[in-house]
Nanobody, 124 residues
Framework: QVQLVESGGGLVQAGGSLRLSCAAPGRTLSTSTTAWFRQAPGEEREFVAA????????YYTDSVKGRFTISRANAKTTVYLQMNSLKPEDTAIYYC?????????????????WGRGTQVTVSS
């Protein structure tokens, strides 16, 4: 079993930045594909970004390209999502997900391990 713990959410004005963290205490994430999803009220959970296992290739949904960056810490037990130039439409609960048997997937049902989420609110 892998426990994922998200942190770093909060309230920020449009144009501001936040950095989300996804920690997996006692486990390495470098051999997993780790992704960020988000879910706004009344909406389905949507793919935001992912970093592939081993080679660390990055993938983003179009709406966040150039604004968000996913990365893995050197210790490889934490994955980050740096979010810049935030917009009100980025408001959602952000979830970290991981799977040790995927390369990349944008469908949330393909990920085995999930965190509980962290709220991001962007005011206009």
């Amino acid at each position: 079993q892998v426990q994922l713990v998200e942190s770093g959410g909060g309230l920020v004005q449009a144009g501001g930045s936040l950095r989300l963290s996804c920690a997996a205490p006692g486990r390495t994430l470098s051999t997993s594909t780790t992704a960020w999803f988000r879910q706004a009220p009344g909406e389905e959970r949507e793919f935001v970004a992912a970093i592939s296992r081993n080679n660390g290739n990055e993938y983003y949904t179009d709406s966040v390209k150039g604004r968000f960056t996913i990365s893995r810490a050197n210790a490889k037990t934490t994955v980050y999502l740096q979010m810049n130039s935030l917009k009100p439409e980025d408001t959602a609960i952000y979830y970290c997900a991981a799977d040790y048997n995927l390369w990349i997937a944008t469908n949330p049902s393909e990920y085995t391990y999930w965190g509980r989420g962290t709220q991001v609110t962007v005011s206009s």
